[in-house]
């Protein structure tokens, strides 16, 4: 597969389904620079790279340079549901802006910008010329050197620009054949038909071992949608033996999530699973290097591990633990609010009691 929408290529045009904010344009205008900025609202990056977009609209809006949100790759049932998701999101993050935001949920914005360019993740930026020809293709975060470059003509032509068109086409060709098979995988889970899900996944393992979403979805997989739990099993057990030996925080992390998760893993060995869920949370509290959300995560994680396996002092600790990360952090209020409440809630529980923080309070779960 290569790239069929590069630096210099005419810039395809804006074939949207709605706006959801500005006046509709169909076409480029001649003479003006544009900025498509292409996010998803499951995106935790997305909203800071389009919240500085808007900045950057703002500083260079007298040299003719518009900054359009994209919203073309947003999971949903219906088009309808992707609207109000991308609404709700876009009155979050942009409040105070006046930067066009177009939906797309038909898959053709998608089809000829990120999928020709093999791009493949949001956020992704493009930048349009004066002619109409595609600038640069890349992270938001480098239009802040960028930009200045493009709107003086120097960008195109320079050394720095080709370096950077070539890096990104040599990974978007590297990333292709795994974004294929994610694509087959999805194409399976969608109609139920798990057997090709599962031999997709298990093809994913084998030629890209160290992309963790394939592990992740084999277990998932076997347990989740095909109730397999004696498979799933061995499944986990390997994703564990893996992570330990990677010693890597984030496949430690992951592995013990599914460990603790919600199955029923009443028919399975429960020393061995507590004896693994153990090792894999010693074995994270070593290794925590992460910023604090992610710690506060991870320390959640862990508590459950501990809970269930009947230490529930620790469980506590750790939880309490991670309230001050949380609070620690610099987050909006509402969002700061939401992760104290849901560790809150899980304190309490392991607790029995009504639990506070600040100001906040949370009673004990209803017996059943």
Request: aromatic fraction near 10%.
């Amino acid at each position: 597969m290569t790239s069929s929408l590069n630096s210099g290529s005419p810039a395809p045009s804006i074939d949207v389904q709605d706006w959801l904010r500005g006046d509709r344009i169909s076409n480029f205008q001649l003479g003006k620079i544009y900025i498509l900025d292409f996010f998803s609202t499951t995106c935790s990056s997305c909203g800071p790279a389009l919240s500085h977009l808007a900045q950057l609209q703002e500083e260079y809006s007298d040299m003719g340079v518009e900054v359009i949100g994209v919203a073309a790759v947003e999971e949903a049932a219906t088009a309808d549901e992707a609207r109000a998701q991308v609404d709700a999101w876009a009155s979050k993050w942009l409040p105070n802006t006046n930067i066009r935001i177009a939906f797309d949920h038909s898959g053709e914005m998608a089809k000829h910008w990120l999928d020709a360019s093999l791009t493949f993740h949001v956020p992704q930026a493009f930048a349009v010329d004066r002619d109409g020809s595609i600038a640069f293709i890349g992270p938001p975060d480098s239009l802040e050197d960028v930009l200045p470059k493009v709107i003086d003509g120097s960008w195109r032509a320079s050394a720095e620009a080709k370096y950077a068109e070539n890096e990104r086409i040599a990974k978007g060709e590297i990333d292709a054949p795994e974004i294929a098979l994610f694509d087959r995988i999805n194409a399976a889970t969608e109609i139920g038909d798990w057997k090709t899900a599962l031999s997709a996944i298990e093809e994913g393992i084998n030629r890209f071992p160290d992309n963790i979403n394939f592990h992740l979805w084999h277990v998932v997989t076997l347990m989740r949608e095909m109730r397999d739990m004696a498979a799933g099993w061995i499944a986990l057990g390997q994703f564990a033996r893996t992570a330990i030996e990677r010693n890597s925080e984030v496949w430690l992390s992951a592995a013990l999530d599914e460990l603790v998760s919600w199955y029923d893993y009443s028919g399975l060995p429960l020393a061995e699973r507590f004896s693994m869920g153990k090792e894999l949370s010693e074995r994270i509290l070593r290794l925590l290097q992460q910023g604090a959300l992610s710690r506060a995560y991870s320390y959640k994680t862990i508590a459950r591990y501990y809970h269930e396996s009947g230490d529930n002092g620790r469980a506590v600790d750790l939880l309490e633990q991670a309230l001050k990360f949380v609070d620690g952090e610099s987050l909006p209020d509402v969002q700061k609010r939401e992760r104290l409440l849901e560790l809150l809630y899980t304190l309490a529980e392991y607790k029995g009691e009504e639990v506070c923080y600040g100001e906040i309070c949370v009673p004990p779960p209803k017996q059943s």
